[in-house]
């Protein structure tokens, strides 16, 4: 396995930054447990399983399970060294939501993301209750607020017109 093709099968079903070094960690550990530690028995996905996974997060484990019987112990950090320098190189993208996501929600932003923006875009994202109504969203230097408030505000003269016109017009 080369560290392109684990970090691929990750893509394929994790969306965050957080997901991604979950991933590589569960791996790690995974790995060091069954030939330095306890030496654990268990398959990968029971691992995952153990570990408190998601569905969508075993289905990294179910992917990779056809590929890590390819690694030893003297290719093994090779591999996750080039994985994590890989993900370093990836395009990321910083978005702030009003709320806590939910994985469906993560799943639905991070797909709008990949197929709108880039393919193996990573996505940093976080909750900020000031954008209500919308969201933040950084990426390659900009930032750009598609917050309710922030339009409001910017928007603020040309509102108070159009109320003061549309009073005028029922009052009358």
């Not at 790995?31 to 268990?42: N, P, V």
């Not at 890989?86 to 991070?110: E, M, Q, R, T």
């Not at 900020?128 to 900009?142: E, F, H, L, Q």
């Not at 917050?147 to 009052?171: C, M, P, V």
Request: charged residues 25%; glycine residues 8%; proline residues 3%.
């Amino acid at each position: 396995m080369t560290a392109d093709t684990l970090i691929t099968i990750i893509l394929a079903h994790a969306f965050t930054k957080a997901e991604v070094h979950r991933h590589l960690w569960r791996i790690r550990t995974y790995l060091e447990q069954r030939w330095f530690g306890s030496g654990t028995s268990g398959t990968l996905e029971e691992f995952y399983s153990h570990e408190g996974a998601s569905d969508r997060e075993r289905a990294v484990a179910t992917a990779l399970m056809s590929e890590i019987g390819g690694l030893s112990k003297e290719t093994v950090y090779p591999v996750l060294e080039g994985a994590e320098e890989s993900v370093k190189a990836l395009p990321y993208l910083s978005i702030s939501i009003p709320y806590p996501s939910d994985d469906a929600a993560v799943v639905g932003i991070g797909t709008w993301f990949r197929n709108n923006v880039h393919d193996r875009i990573v996505i940093d994202m976080t909750t900020d209750p000031s954008v209500v109504g919308g969201c933040a969203v950084a990426y390659r230097g900009y930032r750009h607020d598609l917050a309710l408030h922030r339009a409001i505000t910017k928007n603020k003269e040309k509102i108070r017109l159009l109320l003061h016109d549309y009073a005028g017009k029922t009052s009358g």
